[in-house]
């Protein structure tokens, strides 16, 4: 996010002092961003606060508070400038997110009436790879003014860990560690405003802020479950749809406002740059 401020705190000292001049039909740019997303995600965070309220009444300590929501993605864009006031360009964004929580247990089970202690734990990572098109439409009479919208297709992934680690008084035991990652596709579109600064015939800053709709839908998925409780040793291999704890699906949106700030390389092809 300091990254982002500085482009944008760049954008507000150098309009007085540098013209931000039309690029040139012909042109092609690169152009690399670094910005800041929030993420819906409303059923995978229903599922941790679900979570949370199963292992509250059974902790000692509880820490189970984190949810997914912001992220800092990064891009590169290939563009043409076609005419003075269209553009296209191809390009990607990049992001994970990740989240920990963990539950020290200690409670009485009410049927046995064995106490248990120990510990819980799990680690989710998210992460999405956004592969999109974009037209550009530079404003008249408002240089370095543009809208835009695009057009992509987004990859989803989710890699996951869960530990348990419980003693119970009656020698009974569970140490049990699941492994998992799970998948998921689909269109993503969106629409964005944005303003660019030259700060040479080459080089030029940019900011954009816009929304990303981006719904990848539910998410196919495996865990292994490996390690031994009591009774013997456990050794499991689970596949399908990803689900909540009411074994219900659950639906990945990663659709959200963004805003990004970058720096622009603008060069025309002769063979080389």
Known sequence: MRCLAAV???????APTVSAQPAEPGGYSIRASLGFATQDLGDV???????????RPL?????????????????LEFGYQYSERWSWAFGFTWHKSTVEHSAQLDYVDPESFTTVTGEVTSDYRLKLL????TAMFWVPRASGLHIGAQLGFALGGLDFKET???????????D???DGEGHASGLSAGAYAGYELALTPHWTISARGGYL???LGEMDGRIHLHGADNTGPIDQTLAGHMSNNAG?????????????GAVTYRFRWSGEF
């Open 130 to 133: 956004d592969l999109y098109a």
């Open 248 to 260: 219900e699906p659950m639906d990945f949106d990663f659709s959200g406002a963004r805003v990004s």
């Open 8 to 14: 944008v705190l760049l954008l507000f000292l150098l």
């Open 176 to 178: 049990l560690e699941g």
């Open 45 to 55: 965070n229903d599922d941790i606060v679900d979570d949370a309220a199963m292992w």
């Open 213 to 215: 709709y981006c719904n």
């Open 164 to 174: 348990y680690d419980l003693t119970g008084s009656d020698g009974s035991f569970l």
């Open 59 to 75: 902790s000692s300590s509880l820490d189970w508070d984190d949810q997914f929501g912001e992220a800092t993605p990064f891009g």
